[in-house]
């Protein structure tokens, strides 16, 4: 079983960045479609960024815009996510998730979630 758990959220300023982890532990990442999502405050959750197990096939939602990095360190079985340029509408709980299939369509395992905020 996949256990999934994200690090590194917190307070941010516009314009500052951030780095979050999403560490695996029961099974090796290489196998899955490994994602992030966010859900900020009276919206839908939405997707941030994906990428294949093996590193390969990184992709972006459009409000991304080239300030988002999609990491996996398969050492350390571990995911991340280099956020820079934060925004203020950045601001949201951040989820990493696995996909079995690998097909970035249907999500089989979450962390639990960690709050990135951006204010001045």
């Known amino acids: 079983q996949l256990h999934l758990k994200e690090s590194g959220g917190g307070l941010v300023q516009p314009g500052g960045s951030m780095r979050l982890s999403c560490e695996a532990t029961g099974s090796e990442l290489q196998y899955y479609g490994l994602g992030w999502f966010r859900q900020a405050p009276g919206k839908e959750r939405e997707f941030v960024a994906a990428?294949?197990?093996?590193?390969?096939?990184?992709h972006y939602a459009d409000f991304v815009e080239e300030r988002f990095t999609i990491s996996i360190d398969r050492y350390e079985n571990t995911l991340y996510l280099q956020m820079n340029s934060l925004k203020t509408d950045d601001t949201a709980v951040y989820y990493c998730?696995?996909?079995?299939?690998?097909?970035?369509?249907?999500?089989?395992?979450w962390g639990q979630g960690i709050q990135v905020a951006v204010f001045a």
């Open positions: 990428i294949r197990g093996r590193g390969d096939g990184a």
């Open positions: 998730a696995a996909d079995l299939r690998g097909n970035f369509v249907t999500y089989d395992y």
